[in-house]
């Protein structure tokens, strides 16, 4: 049965495979659990049976992914808005095409971790008191910070921001105890997790995307982005029905540590009700929400208008 999804995907897929342009989609990704949806698109031809040729790029963190594109050595990402809207002011205009991550009460995406040597003195956020936490600022990691300060009522010296721009340095930090605490994505959250750390708040009680894909402007043309999204969708149902093949994948992609991958459980994209079966797109409150916030740290000079920054199938 798994291998005739497989085969339906691939065949419906190549009856629209001549109808974009063959010119490489060079696309930036991160190390976080749903990046497996693009990696898997890729790999598993999903994107040329739609008749777009996509070249993943693997990246450590935020700053250096927006710095290729600033380069012009991208055609699109994985990240979030802020680099969305960041990059759209500083004359790389692009907009988002897709979801990989929505916030959802079934399963957690970010939560803030408490390093195993900290986790029998720091058991909730009552316990928080001037501590040191490894972040990226300007970045959804910062963002979301900020969410759970306001949404939990935290007082502004409840912790305090350390520096760490790659996400596997701020893993090793927790892990080391270098850093008591750090807000980090699926399946690290995990990782720290089953080695004796402690989460003490997660984004399942917010409800906006997190996680998205965006294409730079000049590649946003509707057959490209109809192809892309519809290569994206059929990898999503490909890896919900085989989660443990796919679970493998993620440790050979460096996005699952080996140790924790056999009690991990496998990301979920269909749980939205959307007709593709991926999660919602970016909605107006989200562009508005994540808009003003940066407006507010001096990132951006005025909220984007919606329409300019997401495109709406």
Do not use: C
């Not at 994540?290 to 997401?310: H, R, T």
């Amino acid at each position: 049965m798994k291998k005739t999804l497989w085969a339906a995907l691939l065949a419906a897929g190549t009856m629209v495979s001549a109808a974009v342009d063959a010119e490489p989609l060079r696309i930036g990704v991160l190390p976080a659990a749903d990046a497996i949806v693009i990696h898997a698109a890729a790999d598993e031809k999903l994107f040329k049976a739609r008749g777009v040729d996509v070249e993943v790029i693997p990246f450590k963190s935020a700053l250096e992914l927006g710095a290729a594109m600033r380069a012009g050595r991208l055609d699109g990402h994985f990240g979030d808005l802020m680099n969305v809207f960041t990059q759209n002011e500083r004359g790389v205009p692009q907009a988002v095409i897709l979801t990989t991550t929505h916030t959802s009460r079934a399963q957690r995406a970010f939560g803030l971790v408490v390093a195993p040597a900290a986790a029998e003195k720091i058991r909730s956020l009552k316990d928080l008191d001037g501590t040191e936490t490894a972040m990226s600022s300007a970045t959804i990691i910062d963002y979301l910070l900020d969410r759970m300060k306001a949404e939990e009522k935290l007082s502004d010296g409840a912790l305090r921001n350390l520096e760490v721009k790659q996400i596997p340095i701020r893993l090793q930090m927790l892990q080391t105890g270098k850093a008591a605490t750090a807000m980090l994505p699926e399946p690290l959250v995990s990782v720290v997790e089953a080695k004796g750390g402690r989460v003490i708040w997660d984004d399942r009680g917010l409800n906006e995307a997190l996680a998205v894909v965006a294409l730079k402007k000049d590649r946003l043309d509707d057959k490209t982005v109809a192809a892309f999204r519809g290569a994206v969708a059929d990898a999503a149902r490909l890896i919900e029905s085989e989660p443990d093949r796919f679970r493998a994948v993620m440790v050979k992609k460096g996005l699952l540590p080996a140790p924790v991958a056999q009690n991990y459980t496998m990301v979920r994209f269909s749980m939205f009700g959307t007709n593709d079966g991926l999660p919602p797109l970016p909605s107006a409150e989200d562009v508005r929400r994540v808009g003003e916030w940066m407006v507010g740290k001096n990132m951006i000079k005025a909220v984007p208008a919606y329409d300019s920054v997401v495109i709406r199938p």
